[in-house]
Every structure is written in structure tokens, then in C-alpha cells.
């Protein structure tokens, strides 16, 4: 197991060196800012429902568990300086590094099934999104992680599938479309 990881960083660390990665996570990086003033729906002041981060799972599949998280975690800083949306915090950039290490783990070099796609999005949401991001809610905003962590259990629960489906859709078109374009040497 070991040796399959190290094989998985190295490879997704190799994506740096081709301008065709720099330049489509450039491209997908405007298309997650856009996404992310566009199409972000508010429930309350802690929970958020957006597709923002349909472009960083397309990264995370096309070139692996290192730049998916670098790129996440860029993309977090970029977004909070173009416009930022309440106060910044590191806890939510590692949050974004680790969501894109999570997928691409899953989702780099591999077909894309709906076993794979569920089991990356449910441990995102379980250990990201319930677990660290609720812990920096509550120590950013000085309320206790368990009055918050029922409501963005249920929230996470609903939308499971909800991006389970979505991503299944959208890398399905990307590895049929995008994935053959940049193996071309």
C-alpha cells in the first residue's frame, strides 16, 4: 500500500511540470470564482450551498492528490481576496487542501465509478466538512460544535447524493472529453 501512495503523490506532483496543467487550472479556477458568486444559495449564517467546488473535483481527477490540494487551498486564499466572505481563518484553506487530497486520492488515474465517487464525497463531508470545518465554526464564531453539528449533519446527509450525482455527471464528461485532450503529448 505503501508504495501505490507514494506512486500517486509522485505522479500527481509530476502534473506541475506540463503547462497544460497550469493553464486548465487557471481556466478552472476563474470557472470556481464564477460558480462561487453565481451560483451560492445561504441558509442561516453557517450553512452555505454552492458549486464552486465542482471545478476543484474536476482538478482533483485530472491531475491527482498534490496539485488538488494546492490548487484548493490557492483557490480558497484567491476567493477570500477577491471577495471576502466573512473573516479569514487557515482552518478553512486546510480544509480546502484536504477535500482536494481526499478526491484525488479517490479519483486520480481511475475510472470514475459511482463506489468511488460516494466514498470520497462521503469521508469529504464526514471528516471536512461535519468535523473540521463545524470545529472552526465554533471557535471562530464562539458557538458550541455540538448546537452546530446536527444541522450541518443533516445538511451534508442531503447534499451526499445530491454531489455524489453531479460529480459522477461532470467527470464522466470530463474523462470522455477534457482527460483525452491533455493525454496528448
Known sequence: MQKFSESI???????????????????LAALA???????SINIGPYIKIGFSGIPNRVVDFLFGPVV?????????????FI??????????????????????SFL??????????????????????CGFNTLWISMLYGKAFMVL???RLIKNLIMWPVDTAIFIVVLR???RSVKPLLEKK
Open 9 to 27: 503523490v509522485a505522479r500527481s506532483f509530476r502534473e506541475f511540470a506540463s503547462l497544460r496543467t497550469v493553464v486548465m487550472c487557471g481556466l
Open 33 to 39: 470564482v464564477i460558480l462561487g458568486y453565481m451560483a
Open 68 to 80: 488538488g490540494g494546492i490548487f484548493g487551498g490557492t483557490l480558497d486564499l484567491l476567493k477570500f
Open 83 to 104: 471577495k471576502p466572505d466573512g473573516q479569514f481563518f487557515p482552518g478553512f484553506t486546510f480544509d480546502a487542501m484536504l477535500g482536494g487530497v481526499i478526491y484525488g
Open 108 to 129: 486520480y488515474k481511475k475510472p470514475v465509478k459511482v463506489w468511488r465517487v460516494a466514498v470520497a464525497c462521503f469521508l469529504v463531508k464526514l471528516i471536512v466538512n
Open 149 to 151: 453539528l446536527p444541522a
Open 173 to 175: 464528461a470530463v474523462e
